[in-house]
């Protein structure tokens, strides 16, 4: 049996010194996540011992280790230390920490125990604000709601402004432009819709999807990934696609699709509010490409299928850092369930994933270039217009 176990078994028994000098043993040990779990059940050893400065220094040990499954606990112990001393503002401190690692499931205790703090230090909107996060009733504008806003906002304005016809000469996915630099397109053409129906169908699809990626992901990672699949759709459309000229959020939103698809299948995501949608994805995406090719040329498959490509790719690469895995919720003995809200991939797992779909863009940017070298017609952008046949992605 190894001494983190007996040591547990220590403490569960009520031998806390004998439990100490076990944990004390395996202090040092060239794995921060075991060192960690030993310093975590020392602190609670010299607690139970009435020796609570002992404990604060074994926890406050963990925090100068690399983040580890053990990294939550000991803040919340710390948090909870730091309010029997008195020290309310530094016990808010810990908790936010310990409430950016939480699992989802722990946070509206935590979030209560920050409306009381806050309260009791007179911060009377932020103790609103925590209490109504406890309640589960406190209203979160979404970065994903926020995408949606400016997308419908800008298509409405292309639909029924009279200056609609710029709008579309300046953001619609221009292929000759594209091959003559204009770049920006790759991510403008999210903005436009063919029509109202087209808008509807693909702002409730980014709504439903968008929600979830952020959710499992958070927001900064939700946005890298809304853009690199975006990219990803422009750029196969760009090279496959039959039409010079594109609008439309598929692209993007298939990608999401993707994400949820991969990540779910793989990470295994333990979320018991989106597991009825993500169980559909696949046959949601089946249908919707099938669509694609039955609508005999004006819906762009090429690119439902690049960022349907790059989500799959990132889905299965990262996984989900915004709630618990199965794999996170593995327990090593004589430590705590992983956090939600920590990655189990080393950081650079993002940033490989991100360079790859990168590299593929700027490939298919070069071979699209060289294919349509010399057809790019400066005056063409003039032609372009909503009332005109336009792909739809």
């Known amino acids: 049996m190894s001494l983190l176990e007996r040591g547990g078994d220590l403490l569960t028994a009520g031998e806390f010194a004998d439990a100490s000098a076990h944990f004390a043993r395996v202090v040092g040990f060239d794995d921060p996540a075991v060192t960690a779990a030993a310093l975590l059940g020392l602190g609670e050893a010299h607690y139970r011992l009435n020796d609570e400065a002992a404990a604060v220094a074994a926890w406050s040990a963990i925090l100068e280790l690399p983040e580890t499954p053990s990294t939550y606990t000991a803040w919340r112990n710390i948090a909870a230390a730091r309010v029997r001393d008195g020290d309310l503002n530094g016990a808010i401190d810990a908790y936010r920490e310990a409430d950016r690692r939480a699992p989802q499931e722990d946070k509206p205790e935590i979030a209560n125990r920050l409306g009381w703090l806050t309260k009791e230090t007179g911060n009377t ?12 009733d406190a209203p979160r504008f979404t ?4 995408i949606v806003a400016v997308t419908t906002i800008v298509s409405l304005t292309a639909l029924l402004s009279s200056e609609g016809d710029q709008i579309f000469q300046w953001l619609a996915l221009d292929k000759p432009a ?17 029509d109202y129906l087209h808008l509807a169908f693909n702002m409730y699809a980014l709504w439903i999807s968008g929600t979830i990626v952020e959710r499992w992901y958070g927001s900064l990672r939700f946005l890298a990934f809304y853009l690199a699949c975006a990219a990803a759709g422009s750029t196969a459309s760009f090279v496959f696609g039959a039409g010079d ?23 295994h995501p333990v979320d018991r509010q989106s597991r009825a949608i993500v169980s559909q994805m696949l046959v949601l995406i089946v249908i919707n490409i099938a669509f694609g090719f039955a609508s005999g040329g004006n819906i762009d498959n090429a690119a439902h299928l690049g960022g349907l490509a790059a989500g799959l790719w990132l889905g299965a690469l990262v996984p989900p850092t915004g709630v618990p895995t199965l794999s996170s919720l593995w327990t090593r003995p004589g430590s705590t369930r ?13 940033v490989l994933g991100l360079a790859v779909v990168g590299i593929a863009v700027a490939a298919g940017i070069a071979v699209g270039t060289n294919d349509r070298a010399g057809s790019a017609e400066p005056t063409r952008l003039a032609q372009v217009s909503p009332n005109q046949p336009i792909d739809s992605t």
Do not use: D, N
């Open 338 to 350: 992983t956090p939600a809200g920590t990655s189990t991939a080393p950081g650079y797992v993002m």
């Open 178 to 194: 594209i091959a003559a630099g204009e770049y920006w397109r790759l991510w403008s053409v999210t903005l436009l819709h063919v």
């Open 245 to 267: 000229v594109a609008v439309g959020a598929s692209g993007a939103v298939f990608g999401l699709f993707g994400i949820l698809l991969a990540a779910g299948r793989i990470h």
């Open 143 to 146: 970065l994903t709601l926020l």
């Open 125 to 136: 909107r932020a103790s609103r604000r925590y209490f109504a996060r406890g309640r589960g």
